[in-house]
């Protein structure tokens, strides 16, 4: 699940940063959406660490437990799913209010 988390972090800051710098393109040179997005990236660092803590406790033996396969990919799943999608999800929830305001 580590490398799952790490590789998820990696992914998650590199869509952050890409989608954001596409959506704050052209708008003033504000540094309130550079600030957003150290808070977003320092945000799901916790998040991801919880993830990993629920499987590291396992030795090698334990971790190899075809009981403990669904429960895995579920976890696996997840960080994938949180780390492709949150970015897309944040930035267009951060636009809609935007034009709201």
């Given at each position: 699940?580590?490398?799952?988390?790490?590789?998820?972090?990696?992914?998650y800051?590199?869509?952050?940063?890409?989608?954001?710098?596409?959506?704050?393109?052209?708008?003033?040179?504000?540094?309130l959406p550079?600030?957003?997005?150290?808070?977003?990236?320092?945000?799901?660092?916790?998040?991801?660490?919880?993830?990993?803590?629920?499987?590291?406790?396992?030795?090698?033996?334990?971790?190899?437990?075809?009981?403990l396969?669904?429960?895995?990919?579920?976890?696996?799943?997840?960080?994938?799913?949180?780390?492709?999608?949150?970015?897309?999800?944040?930035?267009?929830?951060?636009?809609?209010?935007?034009?709201?305001?």
């Amino acid at each position: 699940m580590s490398d799952n988390v790490a590789y998820g972090l990696l992914v998650y800051t590199a869509l952050q940063i890409f989608v954001t710098m596409q959506a704050i393109e052209g708008d003033s040179g504000s540094m309130l959406p550079m600030l957003a997005l150290v808070v977003l990236v320092a945000a799901i660092i916790p998040l991801f660490r919880r993830f990993e803590r629920h499987w590291e406790h396992l030795d090698d033996t334990a971790a190899a437990d075809p009981a403990l396969k669904g429960a895995y990919r579920r976890d696996q799943f997840a960080v994938w799913a949180l780390a492709i999608g949150l970015p897309f999800l944040l930035t267009g929830l951060f636009k809609g209010a935007a034009t709201l305001f």
